[in-house]
């Protein structure tokens, strides 16, 4: 499917290559490239941000053959994967720590269900009207600047929270998850920028999984420790101590975390790490216009396709864990622990699907078909989730609990990596960001759709309406067409071989690893 031999129309909509290809000698990009027809992309090997694009390559053979075409990784770039992936943890564990024991919070703060359920929902509202500011902050000012923010939010968060252990107190622990939730807005869209900016093209759908492993990591937590720290007691004293202990320890992490990102984390590697990401720098110019870039994306059927096809998945998930706690102890009463743990096993599964899923997919480069097969299991697996739940066996509904969590969160990395790939060289914040905006209105939707069935009809008619949806997605993703343009990029073509071979002054892109840290 990726074509040996792509030009530049293949790679990016009409508008960004013609300004890449009418750029002034003066336009200011991180690599020197020589833009030829063919797309050859050849980036020095000490990087400077004052380095210009030359549009007319093919008539200064000279000064293009003269440049090292190096592409270096750095061992920084593990590091930073990992302490991103440990906030998104914190964060998403704050998400879910009050849907994972809803009556024990109903209680506490004498509250409705559904107003225990907006404090998970209040992350899907925010989402929405500050994903395009926030996207905007990360083309701003860059990779650092939106990890430090969110993080710090994140920490000042889970330190309002504790400011509300009296019933009456509840607005407060609202302001706090509410606090959190903007947090969440800087964290989502991360992934696959991190992935691209900072790993090799062999190793980019592996980072991914590795970045959004942290998130679902922290629900998987989030579903498995609130139930143990905060037993369900009558006593409004005695509950409240044992609420202060979970978010004193959530408190204390999130702290930690925020040190390790100022100390860690950095805007980008010295070095491009992939040919992909060095042509990325050629066709950005300075002049480009960010809503232009929103127009192109919408612009993108087959972008469009997949924002619609990710927010029915991953909103279906988002329902899901919201109101588990509430659909197994209607069948299971008293079990609280265990409506927890079979949380826990959904998430579980889920990040083994994700990694798997990004070993495969730098492996095989078939997004198409992966997501599509991943996106039919998930529902075969919501279909016989929904008729065992209500069978009265526990350790059924866990075996098919997480059976469903592994190819319903594992499909979360797909679709940002398929994203990067239909949109190449957009923004992967503003691709990431869209996908993400989708899973917030579907999430909405489908959470107080949902509630208000089970509250009326019972657990599997509000399943079965997830169902319908999931067999909606799994239909539009057939017709989304593999368009791999970031492959394409990374392609050796035949004419820049070829003049490599007759200058024999130039190589080809050879990967490296940074001597330093």
């Given at each position: 499917m990726v074509n040996e031999n792509p030009n530049l129309e293949e790679l990016s909509d009409p508008p960004v290559l013609e300004k890449a290809l009418q750029a002034e000698p003066s336009v200011s990009v991180h690599p020197i490239v020589s833009i030829h027809p063919s797309v050859s992309a050849h980036p020095s090997s000490s990087v400077h941000p004052s380095t210009s694009a030359q549009p007319g390559g093919l008539n200064h053979p000279s000064s293009s053959c003269q440049e090292l075409s190096v592409i270096k990784l750095s061992k920084r770039r593990w590091a930073v994967v990992l302490v991103f992936s440990c906030y998104s943890m914190c964060n998403a564990f704050q998400w879910i720590q009050y849907s994972s024991i809803n009556n024990i919070f109903m209680h506490f703060y004498g509250v409705s269900a559904f107003a225990i359920d907006w404090l998970s929902m209040c992350y899907m509202l925010t989402y929405i009207p500050l994903l395009l500011p926030v996207a905007w902050l990360l083309e701003k000012f860059g990779l650092r600047t939106i990890a430090l923010t969110g993080s710090a939010l994140n920490c000042l968060g889970a330190w309002v929270k504790l400011g509300s252990l009296k019933p009456h107190l509840f607005p407060v622990t609202v302001l706090g998850q509410v606090i959190c939730s903007v947090a969440q807005v800087f964290i989502l869209g991360m992934p696959s920028r991190i992935a691209s900016v900072w790993f090799g093209a062999n190793e980019v759908s592996t980072a991914c999984s590795v970045a959004v492993f942290g998130n679902q990591l922290g629900i998987a937590i989030g579903f498995l420790v609130p139930p143990i720290l905060v037993p369900n007691i009558k006593d409004q004293d005695q509950l409240a101590y044992h609420i202060s202990i979970m978010f004193y320890i959530i408190g204390g992490v999130a702290t930690l975390l925020f040190i390790l990102v100022i100390i860690v984390f950095k805007e980008k590697p010295k070095h491009p790490p992939s040919r992909a990401q060095s042509l990325s720098y050629a066709l950005a110019s300075s002049d480009a216009s960010y809503f232009s870039s929103i127009v192109r994306l919408f612009k993108n059927l087959n972008f469009v396709l997949l924002v619609i096809t990710y927010g029915l998945n991953a909103g279906a998930f988002y329902a899901l864990s919201t109101l588990l706690n509430r659909m197994v102890i209607l069948h299971y009463p008293g079990e609280e622990v265990n409506a927890g743990r079979i949380g826990l096993t959904?998430?579980?599964?889920?990040?083994?699907?994700?990694?798997?899923?990004?070993?495969?997919?730098?492996?095989?480069?078939?997004?198409?078909?992966?997501?599509?097969?991943?996106?039919?299991?998930?529902?075969?697996?919501?279909?016989?989730?929904?008729f065992t739940l209500s069978l009265g066996h526990l350790w059924v509904v866990f075996l098919t609990a997480g059976t469903l969590g592994?190819?319903?969160?594992?499909?979360?990395?797909?679709?940002?990596?398929?994203?990067?790939?239909?949109?190449?060289?957009?923004?992967?914040?503003?691709?990431?960001?869209?996908?993400?905006?989708?899973?917030?209105?579907?999430?909405?939707?489908?959470?107080?759709?949902?509630?208000?069935?089970?509250?009326?009809?019972?657990?599997?008619?509000?399943?079965?309406?997830?169902?319908?949806?999931?067999?909606?997605?799994?239909?539009?993703?057939?017709?989304?067409?593999?368009?791999?343009?970031?492959?394409k990029a990374n392609?050796?073509?035949?004419?820049?071989?070829?003049?490599?071979?007759?200058?024999?002054?130039?190589?080809?892109?050879?990967?490296l690893s940074e001597d330093h840290f």
């Open positions: 959904i998430v579980i599964a889920g990040m083994l699907g994700a990694v798997i899923s990004g070993i495969w997919l730098d492996k095989s480069k078939t997004y198409k078909e992966t997501t599509l097969v991943v996106y039919i299991m998930t529902l075969v697996g919501m279909v016989v989730y929904t592994f190819f319903m969160t594992g499909y979360l990395p797909l679709g940002f990596e398929f994203a990067v790939e239909l949109t190449y060289p957009e923004s992967e914040g503003m691709s990431s960001g869209l996908l993400n905006v989708s899973a917030q209105v579907f999430g909405i939707i489908f959470t107080i759709s949902q509630g208000q069935i089970i509250d009326s009809y019972g657990t599997m008619p509000g399943n079965i309406f997830l169902c319908v949806f999931l067999s909606l997605g799994a239909a539009l993703t057939a017709f989304i067409r593999a368009d791999l343009r970031r492959q392609k050796e073509v035949p004419e820049t071989r070829v003049q490599e071979e007759e200058n024999n002054t130039s190589k080809a892109p050879t990967i």
